[in-house]
């Protein structure tokens, strides 16, 4: 008889926190007591305990993207290309090219490279210059880079400072071509888990690219907000704005929970819901692009939500009667907390048979081992967690 048989539960549970055995709190009894034995059978480390690696300060973090972001441009070499009127550019070139990243030297519906190669306060009357000036494109989505850059840096205090994120995985990012970044959904009040997933490619990626965030109409609806959205690069939830960006080789960030999974109350945190009818593995198989399975814990925090109101959904429904809701989260508190994030980018599934359109149970069942798997990765991360904060 194995010498945990008679713990209970509780017991169990502390004696696996101590051993640092992951994903306990969603084990049953059995299987804590299978992990703890497994643990007695190995040999102790000659080394002893390794204590977990600290996430580096915010400073440092910041020092470092910046160092990773002049590397794109050449100071000592300036823009000269010239508006009709006259006006010199002035910008720096991009490393290896005659022309800066607003006029060519980079593809910034893309890379998310700052145009000066440096993000900051100061940089804004520059960018306000070229903004007045209008010499660059936005692509047809609406997508303008300068924008972005001034959103980027605004944004990058929650990211840093605020919710303190640990990215894992970046690596499994492509850093060229299209590919779906397929998430949990949560937040009750602002989408911030798409702002963070767009930040952390733009923050950690060797390459930095810009995650373009697919929306609810919602977004689309709301003055000041709908233009501000494209500008900053998000997407609307319409096939034709996924699939022109995939077509160009973009990365496109998709939540499949959707609404059921942006509104859930907080006992079902990190419960991820059905992913739909699998729209997003028949998207990834047309176009033949992978997608990376995204775990994201920290989002059902931010605002815990105490229940949902179906009463709430109708009177949204009364002002915007083409959002999709059916229940709205009443949440608690007005600013959000200070949670820590952790974000973990898993390996990609490629598509198997690209250019064409799956069965429809086989993309079912696709979806369904997706969703299994990004669970799975929130079970490890909360049960290696001590403390949302």
């Known amino acids: 008889m194995s010498r945990f048989e008679g713990l209970t539960k509780r017991e169990l549970l502390a004696r696996a926190a101590e051993a640092g055995i992951r994903g306990r709190s969603r084990m049953r009894k059995a299987e804590l007591i299978a992990a703890l034995e497994a643990l007695d059978e190995e040999p102790p480390s000659p080394s002893g305990d390794v204590p977990p690696t600290a996430l580096p300060s915010a400073r440092v973090r910041r020092e470092a993207l910046a160092d990773r972001l002049r590397g794109f441009v050449d100071p000592t070499k300036r823009c000269r290309w010239r508006t009709v009127e006259g006006h010199v550019c002035g910008l720096p070139v991009i490393v290896g090219d005659v022309r800066c990243a607003l006029h060519g030297g980079i593809d910034l519906h893309d890379a998310a490279v700052p145009v000066t190669g440096e993000l900051g306060i ?5 960018l306000a210059r070229h903004l007045l000036l209008a010499t660059y494109d936005i692509d047809p989505i609406g997508l303008d880079p300068l924008v972005t850059e001034m959103v980027w840096h605004v944004l990058n205090t929650l990211y840093f400072e605020y919710f303190r994120v640990e990215v894992e995985g970046i690596e499994n990012v492509p850093m060229d071509g299209p590919a779906l970044l397929v998430a949990n959904h949560g937040g009750a009040a602002l989408p911030y888990d798409g702002m963070m997933l767009a930040l952390s490619v733009f923050n950690e990626a060797r390459r930095p690219r810009r995650v373009r965030v697919v929306g609810t109409e919602i977004f689309g609806m709301l003055p000041f907000v709908s233009h501000l959205y494209r500008k900053a690069g998000g997407a609307y939830a319409a096939r034709a704005d996924a699939e022109y960006l995939l077509d160009r080789g973009a990365l496109v960030g998709v939540f499949p929970e959707g609404e059921r999974g942006f509104m859930k109350p907080i006992w079902q945190a990190y419960e991820v819901q059905r992913f739909g009818r699998g729209g997003f593995v028949d998207l990834a198989e047309r176009t033949g692009s992978p997608i990376v399975p995204v775990a994201i814990v920290g989002s059902e925090e931010v605002h815990p939500a105490i229940t949902v109101s179906e009463r709430l959904a109708q009177l949204v429904r009364l002002f915007f009667p083409d959002q999709r809701v059916d229940a709205i989260a009443v949440f608690l ?14 390996p990609a599934v490629v598509s198997s048979h690209p250019g064409t359109r799956p069965d429809p149970l086989a993309t079912l069942e696709r979806t369904e081992a997706i969703r299994s798997t990004i669970q799975e990765a929130l079970n490890d991360i909360l049960g290696n967690r001590r403390t949302a904060f």
């Open 333 to 346: 508190n007005p600013i959000p907390l200070p949670v820590k994030w952790h974000i973990r980018f898993l």
């Open 122 to 126: 100061h940089t804004w009357p520059t």
